[in-house]
């Protein structure tokens, strides 16, 4: 079995109303000086394979088909 981590990020230059949100709250939760944050996912997936060549190559297509947008998100795959 492999296990991998798979992060997705929005691309440099993407809007992210979401980070500018959350530095609203930390500002008004007390903690001063944040000034940006940027959020995304974490996927942690376990595969039945031995294969890490396979293995990678699957995830790969899940992030192109599923897990990331593309044209707004990179992706990054890290096998444990």
């Known amino acids: 079995m492999i296990k991998a981590r ?3 990020t929005l691309k440099n230059g993407v809007l992210d109303p979401q980070g ?3 530095v609203g709250a930390l ?3 007390g ?9 995304g996912k974490v996927f ?3 595969l039945d394979t031995k294969d890490k060549a396979q293995a990678e190559s699957h995830l790969k297509a899940m992030c192109d ?3 990331a947008n593309t044209v707004i998100e ?7």
């Open 6 to 8: 798979v992060t997705v």
């Open 20 to 22: 500018k949100a959350i």
């Open 27 to 29: 500002d008004s939760l």
């Open 31 to 39: 903690f001063e000086g944040v000034n940006s944050v940027r959020q």
């Open 44 to 46: 942690d997936v376990e």
């Open 65 to 67: 088909k599923l897990l």
């Open 74 to 80: 990179d992706y990054s795959v890290e096998i444990a």
